[in-house]
């Protein structure tokens, strides 16, 4: 007898969390991050070194936190990381210096990842069963898009409310009050979100018996033999270079094509709503069509668009030509999230496993969260504001993007059949 999935509130609570325990680390920097320069009076090496300290923490804690979804049910280790992570929010408004700001993303990089991460993909997984992988993983990257730029389009309006003066003419200390309501209201939303998810984020038999009693040594010695394990940290890296690289195209807005903040704060909120766009679109069509070879497009698509912008092609004077490669690079970045976590049914990983098999994965993964934000801060501050500074960031995402690529194309052929 079929055993029923869990439900799509169930889903829904998933989604919310899974973006929401985000907003503050990136979320808010990324669609802000000209003003969360000025605020914390930082260039653009220090906030990548916050993002680097981030990114140390969560390496530890994605060894460590994967195994706990194969012991623990995720519905208290979402709420509690939820709440953690809020905590760190309130700090946060405070605008610690530079040490204790590094602090704040050390702990972030625990609660966001340690209690969180892991159990978020596995219920995912659970719930796309045997047939609707792509569709579980387009729902949730999709759904975290939505909910994101929700989060966004919120902050501008809460940004622009509190301004006394146009964002043109506004002077420091008004910004900075203006964003630290931004970033109480998306504290408190937040702890909101976590009561939703302790109370009603319930669970049924069909997740009980995909837990293990124990991890062994077998059982990780089992994951690490999988070719598909090792393929998929190399596409989750180069992926997420290509994500973590949005992050400085608000900032392109303001300093290439010269808009103001708060015009450049809305295209990054228009790349949010790019997000859900693509990845509930590649989730409907990923299980009609071969979802491996969806992801090689997806790195297609990422290479063209980085390719637009490396070029220098993209000036104040082509305004279409701008929106059209944000389009591009957007569609195939968030593509790629969407769909390589969805490749680990075809690749052959157990269910009962997949927590381990995450945390494993992700620790190569997500190394740039380490190195991205330092490396492109570099690169921009060599040329500050100026364009041949962004233009060398997408060089370097357009050579991760070829790389995954391959990588993606031999995944496609092992297992796509």
Not at 236 to 262: F, P
Request: charged residues 15%.
């Amino acid at each position: 007898m079929k055993e029923a999935k869990p439900s799509w509130f169930y889903l829904l609570l998933l989604i919310l969390s899974g973006e929401a325990i985000f907003i503050l680390p990136f979320v808010l920097p990324r669609v802000f991050r000209p003003t969360v320069l000025d605020v914390l009076e930082l260039d653009n090496v220090q906030l990548g070194l916050c993002f680097s300290v981030y990114g140390l923490v969560a390496m530890v804690s994605y060894v460590l936190g994967g195994p706990l979804a194969d012991k623990y049910q995720p519905r208290k280790l979402i709420a509690i990381a939820l709440w953690m992570t809020a905590l760190g929010g309130f700090l946060f408004a405070q605008y610690p210096d530079l040490w204790m700001l590094q602090m704040v993303y050390g702990w972030w990089g625990f609660t966001t990842i340690f209690l969180f991460w892991a159990p978020m993909i596995k219920a995912t997984r659970i719930w796309g069963g045997a047939d609707s992988q792509g569709k579980a993983f387009g729902f949730l990257d999709g759904g975290r898009g939505l909910t994101g730029a929700l989060f966004s389009l919120l902050g501008v309006v809460v940004f622009s409310l509190f301004l006394s003066e146009p964002p043109d003419v506004a002077n420091l200390d008004d910004r900075k009050e203006a964003f630290t309501y931004v970033i109480y209201v998306a504290s408190i939303i937040i702890v909101l979100i976590g009561v939703l998810v302790w109370f009603f984020m319930k669970t049924d038999e069909t997740n009980q018996e995909v837990t293990l009693e124990r991890i062994s040594w077998r059982d990780i010695k089992q994951v690490l033999k999988l070719p598909s394990v090792w393929l998929l940290m190399v596409i989750i890296l180069c992926g997420y270079v290509g994500y973590k690289i949005t992050d400085i195209i608000s900032q392109y807005a303001e300093e290439v094509m010269l808009y103001n903040q708060v015009d450049s704060a809305k295209v990054g909120t228009l790349l949010q709503f790019l997000r859900p766009t693509t990845g509930i679109l590649f989730g409907l069509i990923a299980d009609r069509l071969r979802i491996t070879w969806l992801l090689v497009v997806s790195f297609i698509l990422t290479l063209i668009g980085g390719l637009f912008f490396a070029s220098g092609v993209i000036a104040p004077t082509t305004t279409l030509l701008f929106f059209i490669s944000v389009i591009i690079i957007a569609a195939g970045v968030y593509a790629t999230r969407a769909l390589y976590f969805g490749v680990m049914h075809v690749g052959k990983i157990p269910l009962v496993l997949t927590g381990t098999a995450v945390g494993i994965i992700s620790l190569i993964g997500y190394t740039p969260d380490v190195f991205a934000g330092p490396a492109y801060g570099m690169l921009l501050d060599a040329h500050p504001g100026e364009e041949i500074g962004h233009q060398n960031v997408f060089w370097m995402l357009s050579f991760f993007a070829l790389v995954g690529g391959v990588a993606a194309f031999i995944y496609h052929r092992n297992y796509g059949k």
